[in-house]
């Protein structure tokens, strides 16, 4: 199991959004990260799990 925290900046480049949209989905559809000082960190299977669930889209986000 990989542990490493992945930065705003990895996961956009993961998932293929801009650094905007990953801290707009982080308040608005509970995209799972955690603050960690200022910063926010990310753990890629979190995410992986998130998106499975429907939550990057953007057709249920408009519900």
């Not at 753990?43 to 499975?52: L, N, S």
């Amino acid at each position: 199991m990989e542990d490493r925290w992945l930065s705003v900046d990895d996961i956009a480049a993961y998932l293929g959004i801009k650094r905007d949209t990953v801290y707009r989905w982080t308040s608005e559809r509970n995209m799972p990260g955690h603050k960690i000082g200022r910063l926010w960190k990310f753990q890629k299977e979190e995410i992986d799990e998130w998106v499975k669930s429907g939550g990057a889209d953007e057709k249920k986000a408009g519900q």
